[in-house]
C-alpha cells in the first residue's frame, strides 16, 4: 500500500513539472522561439563546403558567359549560295543526245544553299573562315550579332590549311583577340561558338582534348587541336576560345560521326596565314627541302636518341637549302632555333612561323654527336599529289619468308614503270599479312635503297644486314623516303 502511494506520489509530480514546462513554452515571446530556432546548427548541406563549392560553380558559369558575351560580337553566321550547272537534256548519253543540245542550248542552274562561320580578325572588315566553306560561293552573307547583314567578298583562301579570308565593307567592327596556341595545354577550358546547323550563335563548352592532331591527313598541312566542345556542319570558320576571351583556333572538322570529337586550326598558324591572304592575296611559305618522319622507339634506338624527342630526316631534296647546308638523311633534327621538338611534328610548326628567306639554326644529332647547322629557308613551292604506283611485274622473288617478304631486283623497266629514277636497290614484290614486314608497314612496290646505312645494290645486300634479325632500312615509297626497322619475330 506505501508503495502504491509512492507511485501515485510520483505520478502526479510528473504531471505537475510537464504542465509547468508547457505553461512555460506558452508563455514564451516569439522572440525567444526564434532565437533558439536559430542557434539549431543547419543541415551539413548548407555548411561552409557547400557554400563554397556553389560559389566555385558560379565563377565557372560567370567565367563562360562572360566569355560568350565578349566574343559574340566578332562571330559571323554565313549565308553561302552557290550554283550547280544542270543539263538540260534529259538524253544525254543516249543516240541523238548531242541532237537534242543542238536544239535546246540554254543552260539550268540549280542554287544550293548552306551555312558556316567566321570571325572578325580587323575592325575594316576582314574576316576569318574556312575556305571550304566559302569556295566556289556565288554570295556569301554576312550576319552579325546585333542583326547586320552584309555581303562578303572572297580576298583569298589556302588550300593547305582549308583557311580563307573574306571581306565586307563595314568600319569600326568588333576584332577578336587571338592567343598564343603553342601554349595550349590538354584539359583547358574551350569555348565553341558558330552556326551549326544554321543555328546562329550557338555556344559549346568543352576542353582541349590534345594537341598537334595530324593523323586525319585531311589537307597538306595537318596541325590540330582536338576538343570534345560540341562542333557540328555550320560551325566550320568559328572560333575555339580559351576563357580569357582569345581566340585558340578556328574549328574546322570532326571525325565521321565521332561525339566529342572536333577539330580546330590552332591560332598561331591561322594569324600567319590570315594575315599574308590579306596583305598579298597568298601564302608563302618557308622550305628547308627536308622530308622527315616520327620517331619510334626502335628507331630512336637505332639513331642513339633514346628517351628523347626529334624529327627523323628521311631524305634531303637534291639542291635544296638543307643539302647546301650539310643536312643528310639520317639526322635527327631536336631543336629550331633553340626551341626543343618533342615530336616529329614540331618541326612544321615551328618552321611555319617563320618567313620566307630567314636563318634558322637546326640543331642535330648525327651519328650520335650533336651539331648546330644554319639553314636559310626558301619559298615552297605547291605540289600536286602523287599518283598511285602501279603494281610491279611478276617475276620470281627473293623469298624471306621468316619475315613475310619478297623481294627482287629493281631493273630498268621496272624503275620507270615505278617511277624510281636509281638503277639499283630491292623492290618489294610481297608482304604477308601478318607477317614481321606487315607489322614493321613495308609495302609491294617499297624500293629498299639502305639496309644499315649502307646501299643496297640487290637483295642480297637486304639478306646481309638481316643476318642478325634485324636491320634498319631507308625505303622509297613513291616520291617520298623513310626508314624503317625490320626484325624478326621470335
Request: glycine fraction near 12%; charge should be positive.
Amino acid at each position: 500500500m506505501s508503495g502504491t502511494r509512492a507511485g501515485w506520489a510520483r505520478r502526479q509530480v510528473a504531471r505537475a513539472s510537464l504542465g509547468v514546462l508547457v505553461g512555460c513554452l506558452a508563455a514564451a515571446p516569439e522572440s525567444q522561439i526564434a532565437s533558439a530556432q536559430s542557434q539549431t546548427p543547419p543541415p551539413s548541406a548548407a555548411g561552409p563546403k557547400a557554400a563554397a563549392a556553389l560559389s566555385g560553380a558560379e565563377a565557372v558559369q560567370t567565367a563562360f558567359t562572360t566569355v560568350a558575351d565578349s566574343v559574340s560580337p566578332s562571330v559571323v553566321a554565313m549565308r553561302i549560295e552557290s550554283r550547280r550547272k544542270l543539263s538540260a537534256n534529259p538524253f544525254e548519253g543516249f543516240p541523238f543526245g548531242d541532237w537534242f543540245d543542238a536544239q535546246n542550248p540554254r543552260d539550268q542552274y540549280q542554287v544550293q544553299r548552306g551555312t558556316g562561320s567566321g570571325v572578325v580578325i580587323r575592325t575594316d572588315g576582314y574576316i576569318l573562315t574556312n575556305k571550304h566553306v566559302v569556295e566556289g560561293a556565288s554570295r556569301v552573307e554576312v550576319v552579325f550579332k546585333d542583326g547586320q547583314h552584309l555581303v562578303g567578298k572572297t580576298v583569298g583562301i589556302d588550300d593547305a590549311t582549308d583557311l580563307a579570308v573574306v571581306k565586307v565593307s563595314a568600319k569600326n567592327l568588333t576584332s577578336a583577340r587571338f592567343a598564343d596556341s603553342s601554349k595550349a595545354r590538354p584539359g583547358e577550358w574551350v569555348v565553341a561558338i558558330g552556326s551549326p546547323f544554321g543555328l546562329d550563335y550557338t555556344v559549346t563548352v568543352g576542353v582541349v582534348s590534345a594537341v598537334g592532331r595530324g593523323e586525319m591527313r585531311q589537307n597538306e598541312i595537318g596541325d590540330y587541336l582536338q576538343t570534345d566542345a560540341s562542333i557540328n556542319p555550320g560551325n566550320s570558320g568559328g572560333p575555339l576560345v580559351n576563357l580569357k576571351g582569345e581566340v585558340l583556333g578556328i574549328n574546322t572538322m570532326i571525325i565521321g560521326g565521332g561525339t566529342g570529337i572536333g577539330f580546330a586550326i590552332p591560332s598561331n598558324l591561322a594569324r600567319v596565314v590570315s594575315d599574308q591572304l590579306i596583305d598579298k592575296g597568298s601564302v608563302r611559305r618557308p622550305y628547308l627541302g627536308v622530308a622527315f618522319q616520327p620517331l619510334t622507339i626502335d628507331l630512336a634506338k637505332q639513331f642513339g636518341v633514346e628517351g628523347k624527342g626529334g624529327a627523323l630526316v628521311s631524305s634531303v631534296v637534291g639542291g635544296g637549302p638543307a643539302e647546301k647546308a650539310g643536312v643528310k638523311a639520317g639526322d635527327v633534327i631536336v631543336a629550331l632555333d633553340g626551341a626543343p621538338i618533342k615530336e616529329h611534328r614540331d618541326l612544321l610548326r615551328l618552321l611555319l612561323e617563320k618567313a620566307v628567306g630567314a636563318n634558322v639554326q637546326l640543331s642535330l644529332v648525327r651519328d650520335r654527336k650533336s651539331l648546330t647547322v644554319p639553314v636559310v629557308t626558301v619559298e615552297k613551292q605547291s605540289t600536286t599529289k602523287a599518283e598511285k604506283a602501279p603494281k610491279p611485274a611478276r617475276g620470281t622473288p627473293a623469298e624471306r619468308r621468316d619475315l613475310g617478304l619478297s623481294l627482287e631486283p629493281l631493273t630498268p623497266e621496272r624503275a620507270g614503270r615505278l617511277g624510281y629514277r636509281g638503277k639499283q636497290g630491292a623492290l618489294v614484290v610481297n608482304v604477308e599479312r601478318g607477317s614481321s614486314a606487315d607489322r614493321a608497314e613495308l609495302a609491294q612496290g617499297d624500293l629498299i635503297i639502305e639496309a644499315d646505312r649502307k646501299v643496297v645494290q640487290a637483295p642480297a645486300d637486304v639478306d646481309a644486314a638481316l643476318a642478325d634479325g634485324t636491320a634498319l632500312l631507308r625505303v622509297l615509297r613513291r616520291d617520298s623516303a623513310l626508314y624503317i626497322v625490320l626484325s624478326r619475330e621470335d
